[in-house]
């Protein structure tokens, strides 16, 4: 099994945090994101990890192969993705986002599933939404399955009721997969492509009638977006041992 951590943008939101470092070097209870990434990617089964770089590149370097992205500004996180063309067309790829950390065990439930292009939700979703945000459904989107499929994805959501869970950012695709994305994404422009992210990507290989499969999980993980994040896990594990979300 391999890996994918799509690790080009700055992360803006962290403000002066990464004004000489990628986002992924952000420290979280004592250790930078990327570690617990390799982490839990490796007792996961995974055995060979690619870092797509971009902002600082030369600040990431260790035990992982490279490829870069130099188009990181004006360009989004699809873009970054297609810079690792080759390696997902090698075999199949767990790929995660640069900013979430999570349990081995989730690795390992995405890379069994059943699918050519896969991702996590998380069912206890608003425990974590409500520990970041005033309004959870201020930030929260749409999302709806049934019999591990994906149906709806990242529209705005009216209530809780139209969000059956929270895609993480953990997904999973063998190389039939990535060669549907990269068909779709060869019918787009270039200008199209920079300006997609991830969920975007994902409704438009649904509207196109992709089988996308989703894989549940209970916690387990969380999403640094911004600082505020960062000191708000923290505090929350200096007090509950048992909190649903501890990744480690």
């Not at 994918?4 to 803006?12: D, E, H, K, T, Y």
């Not at 009721?161 to 039939?176: A, F, N, V």
Request: hydrophobic share 40%.
């Amino acid at each position: 099994m391999k890996a994918v951590i799509l690790a080009a943008g700055r992360g803006s939101r962290m403000k002066a945090e990464t004004s000489d470092k990628p986002k992924c070097l952000i420290e979280l209870m004592g250790k930078p994101l990327l570690h617990w990434q390799l982490e839990a990617l490796q007792k996961g089964g995974v055995d060979r990890i690619l870092v797509v770089r971009g902002y600082h590149a030369d600040k990431l370097n260790g035990d992982f192969e490279t490829v870069d992205n130099p188009r990181w500004a004006e360009s989004n996180m699809v873009e970054t993705l297609r810079r690792a063309s080759s390696w997902l067309e090698d075999g199949p790829s767990v790929i995660s986002y640069s900013d979430i950390v999570y349990r081995p065990e989730h690795v390992r439930a995405i890379s069994e599933c059943d699918c050519d292009i896969a991702i996590t939700y998380d069912v206890r979703w608003e425990r974590l939404w409500e520990l970041r945000f005033e309004d959870p459904l201020s930030d929260a989107e749409t999302f709806r399955e049934a019999d591990g499929r994906l149906l709806e994805i990242g529209g705005r959501a009216e209530s809780v009721d139209e969000i059956k869970g929270q895609y993480m950012g953990l997904l999973y695709m063998t190389p039939h997969g990535w060669s549907i994305v990269d068909g779709l994404l060869s019918e787009l422009g270039q200008q199209q492509v920079d300006q997609l992210d991830m969920t975007a990507l994902l409704r438009l290989l649904l509207e196109k009638g992709v089988q996308i499969g989703v894989v549940p999980v209970e916690g387990g993980w969380v999403e640094a977006d911004s600082m505020q994040d960062v000191r708000a896990y923290e505090e929350v594990l200096a007090r509950d041992k048992d909190w649903s979300h501890d990744w480690r």
